[in-house]
Nanobody
Framework: QVQLVESGGGLVQAGDSLRLSCAAS??????MGWFRQAPGKEREFVAA????????YYADSVQGRFTISRDNAKNMVHLQMNSLKPEGTAVYYC???????????????????WGQGTQVTVSS
């Protein structure tokens, strides 16, 4: 049974940092990533990294502030979030792809497995 379990969310102030983690079990994946959904908005891509290439991909809104990293031995992915802004308040979801094609890394509908989400609240 495939499971993705997120941890590390919480309440922080603007400018603070937070680190999210996602533990995957049940199989290995081609790529893992993070999405977020703010109140009243659609879920959006945040960051992702294919296991094989090690490349990283970021949304423009988080480029330079967020860092995605992997722990292959533990089948985990982390999202280090620095200089958090109030607009970063959202439920953050870990997601995984079994396989991918160019461009799929950004597409929510190309991810096969999802975690339950972890709340991040950034106060101003």
């Amino acid at each position: 049974q495939v499971q993705l379990v997120e941890s590390g969310g919480g309440l922080v102030q603007a400018g603070d940092s937070l680190r999210l983690s996602c533990a995957a079990s049940g199989r290995t994946f081609y790529a893992m990533g993070w999405f977020r959904q703010a109140p009243g908005k659609e879920r959006e891509f945040v960051a992702a990294s294919p296991w094989v290439t090690g490349r990283t991909y970021y949304a423009d809104s988080v480029q330079g502030r967020f860092t995605i990293s992997r722990d292959n031995a533990k089948n985990m992915v982390h999202l280090q979030m620095n200089s958090l802004k109030p607009e970063g308040t959202a439920v953050y979801y870990c997601a995984a792809q079994r396989r991918t094609l160019p461009g799929d890394i950004y597409r929510e509908d190309k991810y096969d497995y999802w975690g339950q989400g972890t709340q991040v609240t950034v106060s101003s």
